[in-house]
């Protein structure tokens, strides 16, 4: 495990608001470009993360697939689960694991967007394993 | 295994075709509401008669508060949504999420809402853009694309995000002087 790989981590943890391309191109766009239905959200979707995650192994040496592979899986599912948790005004969340279901599951409710209080403590519990892993590291 | 050139181009051919096909197949769908998926601002912006009676999302910026009528533009269109039975404290610029019954009148009958301030969108998009370019500079400094093989492949020598933005800031201060 090195800096590296913990980037590798970090860009599966993005690849869930891959969707947010739609701020860029949005969906209507694309869809009077292409003449196709067209929705960027299908990228936080279990489908297109899977394949995003597969497009990302594909294309690294074979050397370094499994671990590259167990990385932005790893990263992309902690995001997916996190945002499942969000406060919606429906009670419902997104479609998780699409397409396998269409089914939004509840939600929790456990915090917003917008709250800056979860960073906050994935920043905190960085420091922590940053400190706590500092003799290992030379 | 794909270990060839040929063998990456092809599978990350096929992939993108198959996350393109997840794309439209995604913008094809309709509501379900027996599975949590109500109808969003997007449906009620294209035809909100068709939601009459019907249990719907909506949310958008408040314009004005007494009568409370909140705003979004939806794919060009403007959705302009009064919203009664809000029993909450609710600020002009502020965002209000709403699930409730649509009615006649583009009136969404509120059962659940709650309002978010600008300022926490403005950090929600600018945080999400900044570790965005974070992991990019990381990717970039860790990682090489080898154009020729079609690979990412792993920097021998890493480089590193913050000396070179130093090095930067230094080249800038020495052409000022």
Known sequence: ?????????????????????????????????????????????????????????????????????????????????????????????????WPLVRYQPPTPGWFLSTDPTPTLIGFLLAAAAYLATRNRRD | MISSRRGRVTALGILTLLLIGLLVWYGALEPAPSAGAYPGNGELAENFEQYHGELVS?????????????????????????????????EEGEQLRVFGIAREGRVIESRTAFTVPSSGLWYAYGV??????????????????????????????????????RAWIERLRAGVE
């Open chain 1, 1 to 97: 495990m090195n800096p590296q790989y913990i980037t590798v981590g970090m860009a599966g943890a993005m690849v869930p608001d891959l969707a947010k391309v739609d701020l860029l191109f949005d969906d209507r766009t694309v869809e009077q470009f292409l003449g196709i239905p067209w929705d960027w959200f299908a990228l936080h979707t279990a489908g297109g993360v899977l394949l995003s995650v597969l497009i990302g192994t594909t294309i690294v040496g074979s050397t370094e697939r499994r671990r590259v592979f167990g990385l932005l899986s790893l990263g992309a599912a902690t995001h997916l689960l996190a945002d499942a948790t969000l406060q919606t005004a429906s009670g419902r969340s997104y479609s998780v694991l």
């Open chain 2, 58 to 90: 909506a949310s958008g910026t408040v314009e004005t508060v007494e009568p409370l009528v909140i705003v979004d533009t939806v794919r060009g269109n403007e959705l302009r949504l009064t919203v009664e039975d809000v029993d909450r404290d609710v």
């Open chain 2, 128 to 165: 999400s853009f900044l570790a965005g370019l974070w992991v990019l500079g990381r990717l970039v400094g860790g990682w090489r694309l080898n154009p020729r093989d079609v690979r990412l492949e792993r920097r021998s020598s890493p480089r590193h995000l913050w000396p070179w933005i």
